[in-house]
Every structure is written in C-alpha cells, then in structure tokens.
C-alpha cells in the first residue's frame, strides 16, 4: 500500500521559514492537499492540488510537488501557525491517504 | 457559513453498535462527496471512509471495512455512519468532512468539529 512519510517535528524561529516535507513514491505524480490542525480544533484546509490557497490563507503558505516529495512551505513563521500539518493524497478509490503529521513549533 | 455537525458520540461496549451522524447547512450537499475522518487521542488522521454525492459508490478503509457503513439522505442534508461491532481501535474522534469538488481527487474543504466516540472493554 501507499506510504505519506512527513516529520515528526518541525521547529522554526518567528519570522524564518518552515518548511514540511510529505514524502512518497512517484508523489510527484499525485495531487497533494495540506491541512492545518491547531489544538482542540477541527483540521483546515490550507493548500491544495499541490500549490492553491483557499481564500483566507496567507500567501506565507505555498507548496510544491515533485517526483518524490511534496513540500509545504511558510514563510515568515509567525506564533499563530503553530500547529499539526498533514498532507493528504487520493492513491485509490480506497485510499485517501494522510501523512503522519508534522508539528511545527514555533521558538 | 458552511456548518457540518456531528453527533452521535459517546461510550459503547466493545461488540456493540453506533450511529453517527453530520448535519450540513449553508451549502448545497447534494452535489457534494462526503467523507469520515478519524483521530484517535493523541494520533494523526486516518481517512475511514468516502460516499459520491448521489450515494452511489461508498469506499472505506480497510481497517472498518465489512463493519461500517456510510449512507447520506440528501432531502435531509445528512450524513450517517453506522458502526458495527466496534473495537477499542475505533476510540477516535470521528470528524465528517466534505469534498471541495466534484473529482475524487478533491480536497476535503470543510470539516465539522468532530463526535467523540469511545469503546469500552
């Protein structure tokens, strides 16, 4: 079965960049979506189809996708974007697939 | 403003039964795919299972397939997953989610705050 590998953790000074690494076979070839968990709170959609922003996400946020790694990147880290990250891929019809997560810590 | 509203949660004994559901208002669900999304304490999320926006295709995840089913009455804006002989694996919160789009690639847009749901032994 399809494997999303993602780093436990992340940790960034405010203001730096953060950058949160999905990795899995041929991802490149896939459609990746990123969702953002803060505590106690439902998960947030904040890229999709690889590099999109819903309305209402910063432009800090981007990502891009390819061969083996999706990327989801923040730029000027700022204390509110500490949260869980997840990117997620449809593989099958079966398997809507999430990585493991990433906490991002904020120093 | 998009509302998905779970419930349904609660304790049940391993071997038993429970009905979710997620009541959606302020988008036109009938053109929607819906999802079940699980995180148990502490863990990341787990997709569980997905149904068209007409109900004609369900899939699930193998870890509650045989023991779960997804259904949605589109007259009432409602999603509905029934749980069948639960394990203490099942301990989660259940979230329901909806695709943001017609593909089966479509990013799951809106998420309800989610239906506790814990098995006892």
């Known amino acids: 079965s399809y494997v999303l590998t993602q780093p436990p953790s992340v940790s960034v000074a405010p203001g730096k960049t953060a950058r949160i690494t999905c990795g899995g076979n041929?991802?490149?070839?896939?459609?990746v979506h990123w969702y953002q968990q803060k505590p106690g709170q439902a998960p947030v959609l904040v890229i999709y189809?690889?590099?999109d922003r819903p309305s209402g996400i910063p432009e800090r946020f981007s990502g891009f996708n390819s061969e083996n790694t999706a990327t989801l990147t923040i730029s000027r880290v700022e204390a509110g974007d500490e949260a869980d990250y997840y990117c997620?891929?449809?593989?099958?019809?079966?398997?809507?697939?999430f990585g493991g997560g990433t906490k991002l810590t904020v120093l | 403003q998009v509302q998905l509203v779970e419930s349904g949660g609660g304790v049940v004994q391993s071997g038993r039964s429970l009905r979710l559901s997620c009541a959606a208002s302020?988008?036109?669900?009938?053109?929607?795919?819906m999802h079940w999304v699980r995180q148990a304490p502490g863990k990341g999320l787990e997709w569980v299972a997905v149904i068209w926006y007409d109900g004609s295709n369900k899939y699930y995840a193998d870890s509650v397939k045989g023991r779960f089913t997804i259904s949605r009455d589109n007259s009432k804006s409602t999603l509905y997953l029934q749980m069948n002989s639960l394990r203490a694996e099942d301990t989660a919160v259940y979230y329901c989610?909806?695709?943001?789009?017609?593909?089966?690639?479509?990013?799951?847009?809106?998420w309800g705050q989610g239906t506790l749901v814990t098995v006892s032994s």
């Open positions: 997620q891929v449809w593989h099958s019809s079966s398997d809507h697939l």
């Open positions: 302020a988008f036109t669900f009938s053109i929607y795919g």
């Open positions: 041929n991802i490149g070839s896939k459609s």
């Open positions: 989610a909806s695709s943001s789009g017609r593909s089966i690639t479509s990013p799951l847009g809106y």
């Open positions: 189809y690889d590099s």
